[in-house]
């Protein structure tokens, strides 16, 4: 079973992250390549801008904000697919810089890649 957490690229590194992705946009403010120890940064993989300022984590809007992302993820397969390609054996960090430790775009693609995860290990192998 694949392991994906969620964690706020201002904590610090830990060796159980495994593969630590920084999934923002934007690069995360005060924050130098080295502070942040990502191995990659997938900015295509984050929500639009159009979609993030929309959003504005107002938690109201939580609900709408993950149908319209899980929505460009289904549209961006060939990103999707990057991290779908991480062995099952290996934890998967993805690094956001967003202070709602609950609602933000990490925590929604966590939900989705397991969602995916576990739709491919259902469905039969060709």
Not at 16 to 37: A, C, F, M, Y
């Amino acid at each position: 079973m694949i392991e994906i957490r969620a964690k706020r690229v201002y904590l610090p590194a830990s060796p159980g992250d495994g593969l630590r992705v920084l999934i923002d946009r934007v690069w995360p403010r005060g924050k130098s390549k080295e502070q942040v120890q990502a191995d990659l940064w997938l900015k295509e993989l984050a929500p639009t801008t159009a979609l993030r300022k929309w959003f504005a984590h107002d938690r109201s809007r939580w609900v709408g904000f993950r149908q319209r992302y899980f929505a460009e993820l289904d549209a961006n397969p060939a990103g999707v697919a990057k991290l779908l390609e991480i062995p099952a054996n290996a934890p998967l960090t993805l690094l956001y810089s967003a202070r709602d430790m609950e609602c933000n775009q990490a925590v929604a693609l966590r939900d989705y890649l397991l969602a995916r995860f576990n739709q491919s290990s259902r469905s039969p192998k060709a």
